[in-house]
């Protein structure tokens, strides 16, 4: 959650209320306290005006610290302010600092923090963005310039898995724009030929937080620096960064893991001088609450994706417009479960999954019996924002979306529901009962042009399709339903050059996406190569794939053939570049 746009230079509200109550974060969420000699906490902000407050804050030498009205009843006003400092050093000898969660356990409380102890951690999401502009993002893009590309090129092991002469040659050759497909690169081995869409593999929110992953590393030797949840969905990345000093605290469905040494939780050994990386995906608020209550930092260690963000954006904006959000994603899914999150603090919102479930949405939209409308609401209530009500809520719609799916896919999900709008009040009232800006949709423009580049490479002359990704990537399999829709069992989801097993025969997994399908979630080993020589192959990486894996699966398939039928990397990026 983000607090609304803050004027920093208004004057402070409340200037009249009889009680004005001040506290101060530091940059790891902690709240600077006076302690009495007798150990009773209490902030050093207490009753004073504003001229006072600003005073105050200078000698503490949290000059840049501008208090921020947070909540007002008659006669009481509660601000906080917030500093990126973390150094207690001007605090020492005449205040404290405590994790909220400290403070009902172990502390002493003057009647008045006792009092607004509530209301503190009711808004304690606000403190990391307490000075957020409505344009300002957690973490921007890095420019080209900016990149720390060698940052994770350190040994032998980071170089296999994330380098490819082969993939820097195309994207230099093909990506004339990073938002734009053009036409595939053809890699001719003369027994083989690859062709690789223009646009593949790790988006810039992903190398960020890979990036941002390897760096916090290096700068905190010593430290337990933990992930939140898997970084990516991409199992090798994952594991490198593990083997490399990072735990999880909980998996990509949101349960909680545990120390294998102690059997505890890791959520319940954190400590304030740990480190937590918040993944591309974003988080729920009610993950990152945690970590300030506990005296941890979160915006250092952010890496979530402006792309999502954006999407959060949207939904807040909407909400504020009055419309109900429906997102179009799986409920399961982190980023649909961080999304909903923040959207459900500014408007009703409902997850959305497929045209099945828009169905059932449109039905209940057309419904006129309020007891026959809840019935048929039944199936969706669980992805629902508490007290969600179908009666009044689903008047007005806006539509966002999980980054990672088929924009043709929420289309369509819009243009149904639309049309039940438009068949309950009329195609004159239909934009008084649907955002119409909601439907240039909010999927990721990496997501977008990764797609249309694989539907250009598609219409080429293709023996099989190789799709590449983790085995819980959305984007990945979006990936594959458009080879699947153009080759059928010619095209393959793999995780790597493992899960080809010869020349003849490869292990395919078959995405989680059909509850009826009996299958799903397994490995199903199938026939692969048939020519012995001109095979075309199609291969393209999800968003979370590595370079340097595409690269081994061609060695791995160019391995299966006489070499004296397959020419030389060297030879074939020379004739590339």
């Known amino acids: 959650m983000k607090p609304e746009q803050i004027q920093k230079d208004r004057p402070l509200a409340s200037e009249q209320a009889s009680s004005r109550r001040l506290y101060l974060f530091l940059g790891n969420n902690k709240i600077v306290l006076n302690q009495t000699p007798d150990g009773c906490l209490a902030t050093p902000f207490y009753g004073l005006g504003d001229k006072e407050w600003n005073q105050a804050l200078t000698k503490y030498a949290f000059s840049n610290a501008k208090p921020v009205l947070i909540h007002e009843t008659e006669g009481n006003a509660i601000f906080f302010a917030a500093t990126s400092e973390t150094d207690l050093g001007s605090l020492a000898g005449q205040s404290c600092a405590f994790p909220l969660i400290e403070l009902y356990e172990e502390a002493s409380l003057s009647p008045e923090l006792a009092s607004d102890l509530p209301i503190i951690r009711q808004n304690a999401i606000r403190i990391p963005y307490l000075y957020f502009e409505e344009t300002d993002y957690i973490y921007r893009f890095r420019t080209e310039r900016q990149r720390n590309r060698h940052v994770y090129q350190t040994d032998e092991t980071s170089v296999a898995l994330y380098h490819s002469k082969l993939c820097d040659a195309i994207k230099a050759l093909k990506r004339t724009k990073e938002r734009s497909a053009t036409s595939p690169a053809i890699l001719d081995f003369g027994a083989t030929q690859y062709l690789l869409p223009s646009h593949f ?3 810039l929110g992903v190398q960020n937080a890979i990036e941002r992953a390897y760096e916090t590393i290096a700068e905190n030797p010593g430290k337990r620096v933990f992930m939140l949840s898997e970084l990516i969905h991409n199992p090798f990345v994952n594991e490198d960064l593990k083997a490399r000093g990072l735990n999880y605290l909980q998996s990509d ?13 890791y959520w319940d050994t954190l400590k304030d001088d740990d ?27 952010d890496a979530t994706c402006m792309l999502v963000e954006k999407v959060w954006k949207a939904a807040k904006r909407y909400g504020q417009q009055g419309y109900t959000v429906v997102i179009h994603g799986k409920a399961e899914h982190e980023e649909t479960k961080a999304t909903f999150s923040n959207s459900a603090i500014y408007a009703p919102s409902l997850v959305i999954r497929d045209l099945r479930e828009a169905e059932i949405l449109r039905n209940v939209i057309l419904e006129e019996n309020g007891k026959e409308q809840r019935r048929l609401f039944e199936s969706l209530a669980t992805k629902a924002s508490p007290d969600f009500d179908p009666g009044k809520h689903l008047e007005r719609l806006a539509f966002v979306n999980q980054t990672t799916l088929l924009r043709n896919e929420t289309l369509k999900i819009i243009d149904f529901v639309q049309a039940a709008l438009v068949e309950k009040y009329g195609e004159s009232h239909v934009e008084e009962h649907m955002a119409m800006s909601s439907k240039g949709d909010t999927l990721c ?24 990704g983790g085995k819980n990537s959305s984007n990945t399999f979006q990936l594959f339903r458009l080879c699947q829709e153009a080759f059928g069992e010619r095209a393959f989801y793999i995780q790597s050059e493992a899960n080809i097993l010869s020349k003849n025969r490869i292990s395919h997994f078959i995405f989680p996406y059909d509850p009826k399908d009996p299958k799903q979630g397994r490995m199903e080993e199938r026939a692969f190569l048939s020519k012995k020589n001109g095979i075309r192959i199609l291969i393209t990486g999800g968003a979370s794939c590595p370079d340097g894996i595409l690269q081994q699966i061609i060695a791995k398939i160019n391995g299966f053939f006489d070499s004296r039928g397959i020419r030389s990397m060297d030879a074939v990026l020379a004739e590339l570049s």
């Open 201 to 203: 593999g790790f988006c």
């Open 275 to 301: 480190i937590v990386i918040i993944p591309a995906f974003g988080a729920r608020d009610e993950d990152k609450v945690k970590l300030i209550e506990r005296g941890l930092p979160i915006n250092q260690y």
């Open 445 to 468: 423009y990496a997501t977008q042009v990764n797609q249309d580049a694989l539907s250009k490479a598609l219409q080429e002359e293709i023996d099989v399709a190789l799709v590449v």
């Open 253 to 265: 469905k949101g349960v909680p893991l545990r120390d294998p040494n102690s059997g505890s939780l």
